[in-house]
């Protein structure tokens, strides 16, 4: 896997395990008319679909420690332009 892409796919987990996510966000079209649609989100799906995000982010961060300060890196630009 590249850096970019496990970069990619960090901050993908930090967004899930976030919990600031909406189903429309699972939604996908594939053109030529096939779709795939999430559904409702019910809490307890909520609560697996974050959990498991957590995990699998502290799994990246105990493999690859450097992701934590592209966190931070993020982080604090978010917050300079507020």
Do not use: W
Not at 17 to 23: E, L, Q, Y
Not at 62 to 67: M, R, V
Request: aromatic share 8%.
């Amino acid at each position: 896997m590249t850096k970019e892409n496990v970069e990619k796919l960090y901050k993908h987990f930090c967004f899930l395990a976030s919990g600031d996510f909406t189903s429309r966000d699972f939604d996908a079209d594939y053109g030529d008319g096939g779709s795939m649609s999430m559904g409702k989100l019910t809490s307890a799906r909520i609560d697996l679909i974050k959990s498991d995000a957590k995990r699998h982010k502290e799994d990246m961060e105990k493999k690859y420690p450097q992701l934590i300060q592209v966190k931070q890196k993020e982080e604090t630009k978010s917050k300079g332009k507020k």
